[in-house]
């Protein structure tokens, strides 16, 4: 098995193409499961975020895992191939380590996607698909990762989505204190970006989640209140902004039931931001006059801010990145090996064994231990060398002046002998 990683993130697709390759949170278990029945990887980790998808796996056959994947989501790979990167070996390390170290996010420098890949390592754990392989380079990952933000200021400075959606509803509100706010859902993301916004004071902060009692709990943290969906459309027209990010596989909030907020609130401005990968607003909205509707694409503007000097800090960190890479390719290829060691000591033990039978055969007709012992000696030395011996004694030109060259390293023979 070799290593393999492929997908797609926000340079090589659009946000339209994410959505549909999406595993969302609950899914994962079953999908890792169904990766391994698949037969086209040994070993694998998903990960899945809002703003890429990527598959880790060990795998002698990488198309049949592309397969699976198309088969998985239900579309032609056809439509999907041309957006998705495919990396082997040292590449897929070199991704992973740039992936963890902040250096392939859409806000240079961050640090959420290193949480997101520990959580894809966690589920592959628990979905007992994480082997030998993986772990090591993960493991190793994690580490670089630490290297990267402990020597290199490539996380200095940098303006996070959260902090972005701030700073977009600044450009369209005169002052976030007089606002209303609905984060729609519960998970890390809303909690992040309702840490944001507390931190203005907003007039009200509600929370609307499936699970109204964990809705309760993020919602008090920040003193606000709970609803469930049910009461979402009747709830709509009193809040200035909207924030979403679930899991759903739907849009929640359809351009219909905008329609009737905006009517309701006498076209007063709403600003909408969808940070769901697929999203949770309707795309159509975006055409309402009254909405400022934005998905996590739109934000990248916002998160430029001190982008240049991040830049410099990651050359040092591609150079850091560069040298765990050197490392983790003699460690694969020590790996390589590892069969043909196991194979050649399976042969050695195989002829002691031998060996071994033929002479206690002979000790108990009462032969001469020591002459039974000079003949282990001999018929050991004559099975060891023979294969050696052969390969001196045939060949010619470049192959055998290599093959002498080998055998007198292997043996630690004086120069002269060769």
């Known amino acids: 098995m070799h290593l393999f990683a492929f997908g797609l993130n926000h340079d090589t697709a659009p946000l339209s193409i994410r959505e ?42 990488p198309q049949a895992a592309l397969q699976w994947l198309s088969h998985y989501h239900q579309l032609p790979l056809t439509e999907v191939q041309p957006y998705l990167y495919q990396l082997e070996a040292d590449q897929a390390a070199r991704h ?79 002052s976030i204190s007089e606002l209303n706010i609905l984060f729609v859902g519960a998970g890390e993301m809303i909690e992040l970006v309702a840490t944001h916004f507390a931190a203005r004071q ?17 919602a008090q943290r920040f003193g606000g209140n709970a609803i469930t969906f049910a009461e979402l459309p009747n709830a709509l027209p009193r809040y200035d902004v909207v924030v979403t990010s679930t ?9 219909g039931m905008v329609e009737r907020a905006i009517k309701a609130r006498r076209h007063r401005p709403v600003f909408m931001l969808d940070l769901a990968v697929p999203r949770d607003i309707e795309e159509e909205v975006g055409s309402l006059d009254d909405i400022f509707l934005y998905s996590v694409d739109d934000i990248a503007k916002v998160v430029e801010v001190g982008k240049e000097a991040r830049q410099q800090a990651a050359a040092e960190a591609e150079s850091i990145i560069q040298t765990r890479v050197d ?92």
């Open 96 to 174: 992973a380590f740039r992936v963890a170290s902040g250096l392939d996010s859409m806000v240079l420098g961050e640090t959420q996607i290193l949480g997101q890949l520990k959580e894809a390592v966690r589920y592959a754990e628990s979905a007992g698909t994480l082997g030998t392989l993986l772990n090591g380079l993960f493991q190793r990952t994690f580490a670089v990762a630490k290297e990267v933000r402990s020597n290199t200021a490539v996380g200095a400075n940098s303006v996070s989505m959260s902090a972005a959606a701030v700073k977009l509803a600044e450009q369209i509100f005169p």
């Open 20 to 61: 549909k390759l999406a595993f969302p949170t609950e899914r994962l278990p079953g999908a890792l499961g169904s990766l391994l029945a698949s037969h086209a990887v040994g070993e694998a980790a998903i990960v899945s975020t809002c703003n890429r998808t990527e598959i880790y796996c060990s795998s002698q056959t």
């Open 327 to 418: 490392e983790f390719s003699h460690w694969l290829k020590k790996r390589e090996t590892v069969p043909m060691i196991r194979a050649l000591r399976d042969e050695a033990d195989r002829h002691r064994r031998q060996a071994l039978a033929r002479a206690l055969k002979q000790l108990k007709r009462g032969e001469s231990p020591e002459a039974v012992l000079e003949l282990l000696s001999h018929q050991l030395t004559n099975k060891l060398m023979h294969p050696p011996t052969k390969a001196l004694s045939a060949g010619y030109g470049a192959e055998h002046e290599a093959q002498l060259d080998t055998i007198a390293r292997l043996y630690r023979l004086p120069p002269e002998s060769s």
């Open 247 to 255: 899991a759903s596989q739907l849009p929640i909030i359809g351009k």
């Open 202 to 218: 907003p007039a009200s902060i509600t929370v609307v989640n499936r699970t109204l009692e964990r809705g309760q709990q993020l």
